[in-house]
DNA sequence: CTCCCATGTGAATCCATCTTCACATCATAA
DNA sequence: TTATGATGTGAAGATGGATTCACATGGGAG
């Protein structure tokens, strides 16, 4: 028998194994049977931990919320300006892209709306978060007068969404052959000359 | 009884509901039922037009490619020039998604892998092919001087890509509140600034 | 050391779809 | 007008996955 664990060890490890399935296949791809086995258990272990695949998907939308966030925290935190912390955020999602953690996918595969349709709203929920914390780095380099002050901020945080979302679509289409972190440069180039005050 | 069709209008009336129900649900919320009753029919007489599920999920890929790719020319004939027909695309996206038809929410859902699994690859290579007619656009706006030399054409391609995709996400998110229209105005202000040669 | 409850298992069972099939009906061609 | 095949229908069957349940087992409290 697979070794015992206390469920919050557990719940830990399944919602983790079950962020990296998302990535690879989306929520309609995702299954419990899967799920159990790339934690060494049986289907029917997984409702000792959680009330059934809803309440997986539930929980591993806040694991994915706390990350997503807490990469843009790091980032900000560990920049010298606004404008570097949105290069280094924008680098570090190009990284967890290439690495397989496919944010954007998530956020587009977890949206489709279900029957029970709590998941969809909290999906979105998380996005406009993202959205605000962007436009948020966005506002103090206009303060620090790094950015441009004529622009409009929720435009130029959403521009910034943008700029990964497709990254990660090309990177599931076409592999290796992608090259996210040249196209993270590429595209960074352009988002700074359109924001930047020169 | 409900009114008998030929085969190629009943096929094409059906494709047509399946690409609303898409843009509403995704594909993981898409089902025969509700497509049967959505154009007034019987589950089991979706079967004599298509060989299941699959397959109406493929004929609706079709028909969404020629649609995304006909905005694309019609852009590209009506304009003057390169840029305009960039904004004048931007500008019918936004429309398009604004009146239900959310083109990249369709994008991404259709990509989630199934085991049948010829449904993403074909959906990526849709998207790839968009991204290659936009960057064909933007060489010819450096062709003809109006962008500048010294941009990679991919990078801009895929940052116009980037500039529909969360608009989408966010319509579906906060409905009539998002004004997409003024989002597609303001984003197309910093794009212009990031590529056009001034 | 032993008992017990949380955790793990395998075999049902349930359930929502998709899909098939025998039969009905309409459009239309001759 | 009528025969025929294409299209529509309702009910039954097949499928795949989620969920439940009775039973097994091991880690740790006492």
């Known amino acids: 028998m697979t070794q015992k664990m206390n469920t919050e060890a557990r719940r830990e490890q399944i919602t983790g194994a079950a962020l990296v399935l998302l990535a690879e296949r989306g929520s309609e791809g995702f299954n419990i049977a899967d799920l159990a086995e790339s934690v060494g258990l049986v289907p029917s272990a997984i409702y000792r931990h959680f009330e059934g695949r809803e309440d997986v998907l539930d929980a591993t939308l806040d694991v994915f919320r706390d990350r997503v966030y807490g990469l843009v925290e790091a980032a900000r935190n560990e920049a010298e300006d606004p404008l570097q912390a949105l290069e280094l955020l ?22 489709a709306p279900d029957r029970h349709a709590a998941r969809p709203a909290k999906t979105q929920k998380i ?15 206009q303060e620090s007068g790094q950015v441009r002050s004529d622009i409009d901020s929720t435009s130029a945080a959403l521009l910034f969404a943008g700029m990964i979302q497709p990254a990660a679509l090309l990177r599931h289409a076409e592999g290796e052959r992608f090259d996210i972190m040249a196209h993270a440069a590429g595209v960074w180039e352009l988002f700074r000359r359109a924001v930047a005050r020169d």
């Open 90 to 111: 924008l680098t570090r999602h190009a990284r967890l892209i290439e690495s397989g953690g496919a944010v954007p996918h998530i956020m587009a595969s977890m949206s």
């Open 127 to 141: 996005f406009t978060g993202y959205v605000a914390r962007v436009e948020r780095l966005v506002r103090d380099g």
